[in-house]
């Protein structure tokens, strides 16, 4: 451009081609009118422009708190916790906020699919920010994928039929028991990545050895006055975190009395211990150990016949193993000792130790100390469903590891897949792939392009939970017994269709005692059938003259409820009445680090493929989009590694990529890595992102069948390469830039 | 480079090029603009003048606008509800459309005439209630056949109605004529 | 007659007298830190998502976000509490006189400060003097794939490249409430409505109401718990105050 061309001239110039231009598109009608439909038939309850609720249960995991959707113009617009929800009482946390971008996911399956093994259901870019990437059409109609099922179930045998589930809905798993037990296949089998790293099985078991009975224990932190936790993250993804973050606000807010003290022993601080106002990082191993001192430091202090369970224990030789000054020890003694409301919580990666099932038990023994079974403060026993007998918890690792042999045999011919993604979810040490393709028919049930739906023949997507029928029991966090029911707030948006639906479809088509086991119209009259003896039960918190004004208040309300307390006081005969030995756990593999693997709080087992997930910061961290490997900074200074350093975590069993995020709240001899990331599918969000800490897990098992995802020793190497992790609390950015560090 | 293109603008035929290019600029910016002020075409020929002198009030096809921001669009059911009675709605051609949608369940595209841009906020029931009458925007529609924009929504058209009404009262001035009353 | 010129705009009162009309408690000794009000504040304002590249700029879209620090060295290390921070809607806010295109005003009916969408030019100036960091800028148009955008909520607007945006305390719903109790000829009342972070939140630590009624549970707990407004120094007269607890 010449010297003599002025800026002011280019501006006038510029100025008459801005100004056509936009006179010719801008203002034009092409850009300015939209074309608007209106219903067809307008539906009496509904007025242009407002908005209609509808009240439904959250599916984004299994505790089923109660949601209620505003709907605009046949779009869901955004979630609410429902008010009157027992369990939840209007709250929800961030999955339930973020299950709309799942439902209107730009990667979901669209209709019934027939599927090569191992090829993409959706185009991928490395950059999912811009540029199209289309699902995979579906090819089948809906005829065809009942035919599909139909055959399934007259060519193989019955014992050579297997459905796996997700831990909800419940609905459909009644559903399929009811099946499966009328027609002699095999019983369904439910699994979930939340109930492996909250060792759900021992916690469970634990409480059944101490007991005597099964159930699920409920600690009442809202009304204790100290609460010791043993890295129980209650306040994360821990069982059933709403009621819990509710706990904990009355623990703080203390109404009646003062403020509650809140300690944590765990070796790498979590979002729970953060709120503690005293961290105690205890060596990895030693949680068993620590309980049983401040049992036997509190008994002391009571006074009294010091009881079977505390007797072996030496509490200074214990604070010694376990790295606390003994003064802490006796100091927290006296505290719970002298407190009516004295709790203590057994959770996260100590249960997960070959000692997981002692830890559980000395934790839990330790309420019977000031006894504070069934009361106010203490340790219930959870509120069973409405329509349950006894407590149904999900697979524990182990009997997933006994399915996966019965898969890899070539026993099972046909698997049904529904609400869970066993490639990412279970370890790879139980090499369930190998597994899945020694499986002649792998038929899955997928809303989204997961991993095992990318390894399926073919992919009958449900709908999303929010466009569903059903119910879902819960099983814990409130006094009540809640059956949380689900209805659709939106019609599906795509050419999906009800499981149950498909399934009472393909057994009309084989007839016989197929059909016969399940004489149900639609999905509706099997909830119904299933809803209906409530309508006489006592102490409903509405009541209905008939099944119908039942059907519509249950749909209305967004389930059914009790309006006493049901809690379960635990029979505490023997809880001290026995011997702990107190031995240390084995540890796996020669490395030099105690590895700490936690679930995502933001994330969770299944949030990765929901963008605004994904860009929550981290609570502890902040790091946003990424997977991290947490170390010590001085571990770190010793070692020569810097933030955003990518390592090599290995253990005996396999080894993942990371970037190194330097974390001053985690003991040196420890590293920890959330679960989450590390899709090889999922939708574009999710895929190729971080790693999962899973594949460094052994398929070895503590008493209760859980994995011993708390009890590998790992190494990390060096790569010499950087990764810049994206994180909220550097809003100068992590890329160095402007910082004079170039 | 510049200087020489200015030298030879003012030459005789350089003002001829320059008057022509100038030309060419206003006529396409008038067509342009005249584009903007044409109504859209509508799936159906609908007449406002002649439903509105059968005596049918606006809230009856726009009921939202006493309930809330929207006015809506009548459902094709409403429509059908009196055109099925109509013999001839069987026969005529301009409502052909309409009985093809009913038939075929599929659902008319209308296009809206009177639009605000997306960062306007607008409630049809604080206005109804305020005691404006539908005409006093859209325009007296008993002489309009095919929905026309009969006023430019811009937000002098606006502002000036809530200045107006406001009058002296202060609170109330401040309530109307804040930013954050339309734009959020 | 008076006109929209004849308002005094800078009309607000510089003393420590000076009471907002919508106002938050926040009290951090209960806030776990689980981003669910990040979550809901998003879903209800249409927030961009920014992507990797973008957030680890710094230039993530929240209105609201949750600030943690450390206290201390391992192992006597402290996370103190949480900090959600989002516009304290300052009664004499830094990020109203510099704005060149008065984009960024006081509304002087619900004391709040505005973003008037259409008219930032995106100079920035308002989020560089900004003591409270809590604006956000929109860097491009972030892409939201077909089908997300069914998700929008019809009432706010969706932002476009080059504007400046912050925490509107939720001014639609204000609206909506406002409509709704003057259809029903009455005051809304307290508790009636209340922003997304606030309904959300599992933990009860937000609440949010009218600070200039004492009766209001917003009022009552800022008494109850003392709770104190950040930067005070800076006379901001912010509306948020904060309790920040053991």
């Not at chain 1, 007991?211 to 129980?232: N, Y």
């Not at chain 1, 990331?677 to 971080?690: K, N």
């Not at chain 3, 006189?97 to 984009?103: D, E, G």
């Amino acid at each position: 451009m010449s010297k003599n061309f002025s800026r002011r001239d280019f501006l006038k110039l510029a100025g008459v081609g801005a100004t056509t231009t936009a006179i010719l598109t801008g203002c034009g009608p092409a850009s300015r009118y939209v074309k608007r439909e209106p219903y067809m038939q307008m539906p009496e309850y509904t007025y242009n422009g407002q908005s209609t609720y509808y009240a439904t249960t959250c599916r984004e995991c299994a505790a089923g708190c109660g949601l209620v959707v505003r709907t605009m113009q046949g779009r869901a617009i955004k979630t609410e916790g429902n008010a009157n929800h027992p369990l939840n009482l209007g709250k929800t946390c961030a999955r339930g906020q973020a299950t709309l971008h799942g439902l209107y996911n730009p990667n979901r399956v669209r209709g019934p699919i027939k599927h090569t093994r191992g090829e993409r259901l959706y185009a991928f870019d490395e950059d999912p920010f811009n540029g199209d990437f289309p699902d995979v059409a579906a090819n089948l109609s809906w005829d065809d994928a009942t035919q599909v099922i139909a055959d399934a179930l007259t060519k193989y045998k019955p014992n050579e039929i297997a459905f796996l589930m997700g831990a909800a809905p419940d609905h459909l798993f009644d559903f399929v028991t009811d099946f499966t037990s009328a027609t002699g296949l095999n019983a369904p089998i439910r699994f979930g990545a939340l109930s492996m790293f909250e060792a759900r099985a021992t916690l469970s078991k634990a409480a059944e050895n101490l007991f005597g009975e099964t159930g699920l224990p409920f600690f009442d932190i809202g009304g204790a006055e100290i609460v010791l936790s043993f890295g129980a993250n209650f306040l994360e993804t821990w069982l059933s975190p709403l009621p819990y973050t509710r706990g904990f606000t009355g623990l703080r807010e203390g109404k009646t009395k003062q403020r509650g003290y809140f300690v944590q022993f765990e070796s790498r601080m979590s979002q729970t211990g953060g709120k503690a106002d005293e961290w105690i990082p205890i060596r990895p191993g030693t949680e068993a150990l620590v309980a049983l001192a401040l049992g036997r430091l509190a008994f002391e202090r009571r006074g009294g016949a010091l009881p079977r369970a505390f007797a072996d224990v030496n509490p200074k030789e214990a604070a010694e193993k376990a790295g606390v000054e003994f003064e802490t020890l006796e100091r927290l003694a006296v505290l719970f000792a002298d407190k009516a409301g004295a709790l203590a919580i057994p959770g996260g990666a100590a249960l997960g130790q070959s000692n997981g099932l002692e830890v559980a038990e000395a934790v839990l023994a330790l309420n019977a100390i000031p006894d504070n079974f069934g009361k106010r403060g203490g340790v219930y026993l959870s509120a069973l469903a409405p329509t349950e007998t006894e407590y149904h918890r999900p697979a524990s690792p182990k009997e997933m590891e006994e399915f996966t042999a019965k898969l890899a045999s070539g026993e099972i011919k046909a698997l049904f897949v529904h609400g869970v993604n066993p490639l990412f979810e279970l370890p790879k040490a139980l090499n369930f792939k190998a597994a899945l393709d020694k499986v002649e028919q792998v038929i899955s049930f997928a809303t989204f392009p997961d991993e095992t739906a990318v390894e399926a023949d073919y992919i009958f997507p449900d709908h999303h939970g929010l466009e569903s029928w059903g119910y879902q029991r819960v099983f814990t966090g409130s006094a009540q017994a809640i059956l949380s029911g689900a209805q659709p707030v939106v019609s599906p948006f795509y050419d999906t269709r009800a499981t149950v639906d498909l399934l009472l479809a393909a057994a009309q088509l084989v007839g016989g005692k197929f059909a016969g086991a399940v004489p149900f119209k639609d999905e509706v009259e099997f909830i119904q059938s299933k809803t209906a003896p409530l309508k006489n039960e006592a102490n409903g918190f509405f009541s209905a003259v008939d099944l119908p004004t039942f059907n519509a208040s249950f749909q209305q309300y967004g389930g059914w409820w009790k309006t006493e307390s049901a809690f379960g006081a635990p029979n505490t005969e023997d809880v001290l009445n026995r011997d702990f030995d107190g031995a240390e756990p084995e540890f796996n593999g020669e490395g030099e680090f105690y590895l700490v693997p936690f679930v995502s709080p933001t994330l969770a087992e299944a949030g990765a493929n929901k963008p605004w997930l994904q860009e929550l910061a981290d609570p502890t961290t902040t790091v946003m989009w990424s997977t991290w490997v947490e170390i010590n900074p001085e571990t770190a200074e010793e070692l020569h590694i810097d933030n955003e350093d990518v390592v090599k975590i290995i253990s005996e069993f396999g080894a993942v990529e990371a970037a190194v995020y330097k974390y001053p709240a985690i003991r040196p001899d420890t590293i920890a890595m959330p679960f989450g990331q590390g899709h090889t599918a999922y939708g574009r969000y999710a895929e190729g992102r971080g790693a999962n800490p899973a594949d460094l897990f052994s398929a070895e098992y503590n008493q209760a069948g859980d994995i011993l995802f708390g009890g590998l020793k790992v190494k990390i190497e060096k790569t010499g390469k950087k990764l810049a992790i994206p994180r909220l609390e550097s809003m100068m950015g992590v890329y160095g830039e402007g910082l004079g560090e170039e | 480079m510049i200087k020489r293109l200015f030298d030879w603008l003012k030459q005789p035929l350089g003002l001829i090029a320059v008057g022509i290019v100038f030309l060419a600029v206003f006529s396409v910016a008038v067509y342009g603009l005249s584009l903007t002020q044409k109504a859209p075409d509508q799936p159906i020929q609908f007449p406002h003048n002649k439903h509105v002198g059968f005596g049918i009030q606006c809230l009856y096809c726009h009921p939202g606008a006493s309930k809330g921001p929207n006015a809506g669009l009548p459902s094709q059911a409403k429509c059908w509800a009196c055109h099925n009675q109509i013999a001839r709605t069987q026969t005529s051609e301009l409502l052909a459309p309409l009985k093809n949608a009913v038939e075929s369940g599929t659902p008319i595209q209308w296009v809206p005439v009177a639009q605000v841009p997306d960062f306007v906020q607008f409630n049809h029931r604080a206005h109804i209630a305020a005691g404006k009458n539908c005409e006093d925007c859209h325009g007296d529609m008993t002489k309009v056949t095919v929905a026309e924009n009969p006023q430019v929504f811009n937000m002098g058209f606006c502002l000036d109605c809530h200045v107006k009404t406001a009058g002296e009262d202060k609170v109330l001035l401040n309530k109307l004529a804040d930013c954050g009353t339309c734009h959020y | 007659m008076a006109t929209v010129t004849d308002l005094n705009i800078s009309e607000v009162k510089l003393s420590e007298e000076y009471v907002g009309k919508w106002g938050m408690f926040i009290n951090q000794d209960v806030c776990t830190g689980c981003q669910a009000c990040v979550a809901a504040c998003s879903m209800e304002n249409n927030i961009a998502f920014v992507g990797p590249e973008d957030a680890g700029y710094g230039r993530t879209m929240n209105w609201i976000r949750i600030e943690r620090f450390w206290d201390g060295e391992y192992p006597e290390i402290k996370m103190t509490s949480r900090q959600p921070m989002m516009c304290q809607q300052c009664g004499h806010a830094p990020c109203e006189p510099v704005c060149p295109a008065f984009a960024t005003v006081h509304s002087q009916a619900q004391q709040l400060n505005l973003q008037v969408y259409n008219r930032c030019v995106g100079t920035r100036y308002c989020a560089n003097n900004c003591p409270y960091q809590v604006r956000s800028f929109n860097w491009r148009d972030y892409k939201r794939p077909e089908p997300l955008p069914n998700q929008f909520n019809p009432d706010v607007t969706v932002r476009q490249r080059g504007v400046m945006e912050k925490c509107t305390f939720c001014i639609q719903r204000i609206h909506q409430a406002e409509d709704k109790a003057r259809s029903e000829g009455r005051e809304v009342a307290d508790g009636e409505f209340t922003t997304a972070c606030a309904q959300v939140c599992p933990a009860d630590a937000i609440t949010f109401g009218r600070v200039d009624n004492p009766e209001s549970l917003v009022s009552q707990l800022t008494k109850q718990y003392e709770g104190l407004k950040h930067l005070p120094e800076l006379g901001t007269l912010s509306n948020v105050s904060y309790f920040k607890g053991g």
